[in-house]
């Protein structure tokens, strides 16, 4: 009978892995891996009947893959979340996101103001431009309440209409 060997080596990280399988009758599969200084990192032996190979195969990439499922790592965004996400918004939070916006002169960066207020707030940039037409502002203008007509596209509607939790807008409709 021949012999057949068949050799591959990755790359992965720091540490590359070297596989050297043989059939002779049955299957023999060798596995090293050496870090970038040549230290002995990974090591393991297979042997097989020659028919088992291929289920073998299937059965130990199950595993492996269900196996580094469970010990990767959390996803850095739940770490990096603002401490107050997904929070319920105080009326006091409404009030402080709309006195930070108007009181913004009109040439400030939107982006920067709401990054700014999005720290202050402990929320994320996307939760503040999304709740500033319900107290009233114009997302789009710093410093600007929301128009009526605005309002009226956004679908804000009655008591987020340019005021904030039903207190009367002193200015009028929609402020000025």
Known sequence: MTT???????????????????ADPGLTVDLAGVDASGALVAEGNLR???????RIGKLLAQVLEALGRLS?????????????????????????????WLAAPVDTPIAELIRSIAKRLERSPTSIRSRLARVGCDPDVPGR????????????QGRDQGRVRGAPDPGGEGGG
């Open 145 to 156: 309440a929301l128009s009526e007509g605005a309002a009226e596209v956004l679908g804000v």
């Open 48 to 54: 097989l009947p020659a028919d088992a190979g291929a």
């Open 4 to 22: 057949t060997t068949y050799e591959n080596a990755v790359r992965i990280g720091s540490t590359t892995y070297q596989l050297v399988a043989t």
């Open 72 to 100: 990767a790592p959390v996803a850095p965004a739940s770490r990096d979340r603002p401490a107050n996400a997904n929070q319920p918004w105080t009326e006091d939070l409404d009030e402080d996101l709309r006195a930070d």
